[in-house]
């Protein structure tokens, strides 16, 4: 059984930065796909960046250059750091782990962009 737990939402203005954190809680962290996924009110939930297990990363054009994925293997943590925020980043953020098979979610962490 794996759980996540994130941190780290919150208001910011745009053009501001903020640092998302999701901890793993069980095992196999080293073996999981991770996600960052959010959801806009009203629209489907996407994601916007992804980590093998590997090291290496993906984003979506909408946020490539602004957003970086990063993975702690030792602390089983996993970081969305976003900069250069704007209006249309303000969604609820949502952790994602791929692994033996299963997906799991976190709960949640919102963030607001202001203009």
């Known amino acids: 059984q794996v759980q996540l737990v994130e941190s780290g939402g919150g208001v910011v203005h745009t053009g501001g930065s903020l640092r998302l954190s999701c901890e793993y809680s069980?095992?196999?962290?080293?073996?999981?796909?991770m996600r960052w996924y959010r959801q806009a009110p009203g629209k489907q939930r996407e994601v916007v960046a992804i980590i093998l297990s590997s090291g290496s990363t993906n984003y979506p054009d909408s946020v490539k250059g602004r957003f970086t994925i990063s993975r702690n293997n030792r602390e089983n943590m996993v970081y969305l750091q976003m900069n250069g925020l704007k209006p249309e980043d303000t969604a609820v953020y949502y952790c994602?782990?791929?692994?033996?098979?299963?997906?799991?979610w976190g709960q949640g962490t919102q963030v607001t962009v202001s203009s």
């Open positions: 069980g095992s196999f962290f080293s073996n999981a796909i």
């Open positions: 994602n782990s791929m692994v033996t098979g299963r997906t799991y």
